[in-house]
Antibody
Framework: EVHLLESGGGLVQPGGSLRLSCAAS????????MSWVRQAPGKGLEWVAG????????YYADSVKGRFTISRDNSKNTLYLQMNTLRAEDTAVYYC??????????????????WGQGTLVTVSS | EIVLTQSPGTLSLSPGERASLSCRAS???????LAWYQQKPGQAPRLLIY???TRATGIPDRFSGSGSATDFTLTIGRLEPEDSAVYYC??????????FGQGTKVEIK
């Protein structure tokens, strides 16, 4: 059974830092590009950051570029999000999710729909 | 950056009716790498469709996706009460950021 378990959320003051983790199990984590997606209270889904299988490069939404860093440790089946210089508008539930993996036959990008349960980050003084 | 615009914002229909949700992209989505999700309150999103038209595992066949390039549609063939939710599209093509649309809320009367 597939599991994505986020941790590391909590209450932090503006300007502070947090590191989120997402522990994956039940699938070949190293074969999946992964994302962090957030949802502010009462708002829609916002893609935050993504990382390809090798972890060589991360990609970011403009709203977090320069403040957040996505990384992965394929030996530990874990995805991370380092969040620095946090702002009130970063308050949200943060989900880790699969972005895509490559179909073994066609080589095309395909999705599996793996999502964690989310972890709440609250930025407030 | 590809901007995804969903319409309508809210759809209010009766059980058994057909729902059509639109997702328009500001530029062509590579290889039609477009997914649809359903989200109910307090839950993580659930993948319905990927590759614009392929149903995810376990998704009922009343959900179907169509379209290509910049115009995509999610159709719910015969609405059931449990289909009340917010639906999002997302592009996952070769051009990050891999953005979401703003969502369409489907209400069942």
């Amino acid at each position: 059974e597939v599991h994505l378990l986020e941790s590391g959320g909590g209450l932090v003051q503006p300007g502070g830092s947090l590191r989120l983790s997402c522990a994956a199990s039940g699938f070949t984590f190293s074969s999946y590009a992964m994302s962090w997606v957030r949802q502010a209270p009462g708002k829609g889904l916002e893609w935050v950051a993504g990382i390809i299988t090798s972890g060589y490069e991360g990609y970011y939404a403009d709203s977090v570029k320069g403040r957040f860093t996505i990384s992965r440790d394929n030996s530990k089946n874990t995805l991370y999000l380092q969040m620095n210089t946090l702002r009130a508008e970063d308050t949200a539930v943060y989900y880790c999710a699969d972005l895509y993996h490559l179909d073994s036959d066609s080589g095309s990008r395909t999705k599996s729909g793996f999502w964690g349960q989310g972890t709440l980050v609250t930025v407030s003084s | 950056e590809i901007v995804l615009t969903q319409s309508p914002g809210t759809l209010s229909l009766s059980p058994g009716e057909r729902a059509s949700l639109s997702c328009r992209a500001s530029q062509s989505v590579s290889a039609n790498y477009l997914a649809w999700y359903q989200q109910k309150p307090g839950q993580a999103p659930r993948l319905l469709i990927y590759g614009a038209s392929t149903r995810a595992t376990g998704i009922p066949d009343r959900f179907s996706g169509s379209g290509s390039a910049t115009d995509f549609t999610l159709t719910i063939g015969r609405l059931e009460p449990e289909d009340s939710a917010v639906y999002y599209c997302q592009q996952y093509g070769t051009s990050p950021p891999w953005t979401f649309g703003q969502g369409t809320k489907v209400e069942i009367k």
